[in-house]
């Protein structure tokens, strides 16, 4: 998953794969190219051909009164085919710098990437 905005820009890579016998996802964090923000999802792996929702959380690396950054709407693609998935993701904020993410069906295995906006 990719998060593109233009103080964030970090890579979050999200992999679709057949999930099977219960595994859980691990999440992952990364730092804005900025430096001013950590980003934090609670999963990093999709299910092939379902439809997911993840939840990403910005924490501030400076000062704790910086403001949450903005996610006005999300892409979600597959660069290494040049397509997107087969639903349009949305993003809505739920609390204090976290964002739910819904509408994430990646359409085939492989790398995924989320652009927010």
């Avoid at 990719?2 to 999200?14: E, F, G, N, T």
């Avoid at 999802?41 to 999709?46: A, F, G, N, P």
């Avoid at 403001?67 to 998935?85: I, L, N, Q, R, S």
């Avoid at 739920?94 to 509408?103: E, I, L, Q, R, T």
Wanted: aromatic share 4%.
């Amino acid at each position: 998953m990719l998060i593109h905005r233009s103080s964030l820009s970090p890579l979050l890579l999200l992999v679709a794969a057949t999930i099977g016998g219960g595994a859980q996802a691990a999440g992952q964090s990364v730092k804005s190219t900025d430096g001013m923000w950590t980003l934090t999802t609670d999963t990093d792996v999709l299910a092939v051909k379902k439809e997911s929702e993840l939840t990403i959380n910005a924490s501030s690396a400076g000062s704790a009164m910086a403001k949450c950054p903005d996610v006005d709407g999300v892409t979600f693609t597959m660069p290494a085919h040049g397509h997107g998935g087969s639903t349009t993701p949305e993003a809505k904020k739920v609390g204090p710098c976290s964002y739910h993410v819904s509408g994430l069906t990646p359409t085939m295995g492989g790398d995924w990437l989320l652009h927010c906006n």
